[in-house]
């Protein structure tokens, strides 16, 4: 399951900055999210990662600001995931609101043409919510909204989205599947 390759990269992004700025449980440990100069080294750290095209790291504040949106996103992503369409759909509508999320083509680091949702001038950490938040969007208005969830393994709340052909996936990474995996094998082992 694959959407354009800018709508991919973004929903990534979304995804991604969702688990990494939400406290909570990960991979079977509690997470405490990054704060201050910690969240923008990481916010950077993330981008990258993902090959990203961000520009220049964010200011503190501006890693604080677009932690808030994160904390809201996965606020949407677990709202489908307990089966609470609507609510997930209402957030989304109006965080594209607040960020006043709009299409424009753009063209920039010798790439073709290609859509962001976010107003020209709007600020680093307003562009990305706005984007982060209309792909979010793609997917709560497509067939494919069953693929987006919170993972199953005990102690893991981090978000994932099925891109597999089948749409069997239920963890947020293989280390989680594994933890699982092996948590079974063991209790059949004992038995």
């Keep these: 399951m694959d959407f354009d390759s800018h709508s991919s990269i973004v929903v990534g992004s979304a995804l991604a900055l969702a688990n990494e700025v939400t406290s909570g449980h990960r991979r079977g440990k509690p997470y405490d999210a990054p704060a201050g100069k910690g969240l923008t080294t990481a916010l950077t750290s993330m981008f990258h990662a993902l090959n990203s095209t961000w520009g220049p790291p964010p200011s503190d504040e501006a ?62 950490e307003v562009s990305w919510a706005a984007s982060m938040a209309t792909g979010l969007a793609i997917v709560l208005g497509n067939p494919a909204i069953d693929r987006l969830g919170i993972c199953t393994a005990p102690a893991c709340d981090r978000a994932y989205l099925d891109t597999s052909r089948n749409g069997t996936r239920r963890f947020c990474s293989t280390a989680c599947q594994n933890r699982v995996k092996t948590a079974a094998f063991r209790a059949r082992k004992t038995s």
């Design 63 to 124: 890693a604080t600001s677009l932690a808030e949106w994160g904390v809201r996103l996965h606020g949407v992503i677990a709202a489908v995931d307990r089966g609470d369409v609507d609510s997930a759909c209402e957030e989304i509508n109006r965080i594209t609101a607040e960020t006043g999320a709009t299409p424009v083509l753009s063209r920039h680091d010798g790439q073709a043409w290609h859509l962001h949702f976010h107003a020209l001038d709007a600020s680093w």
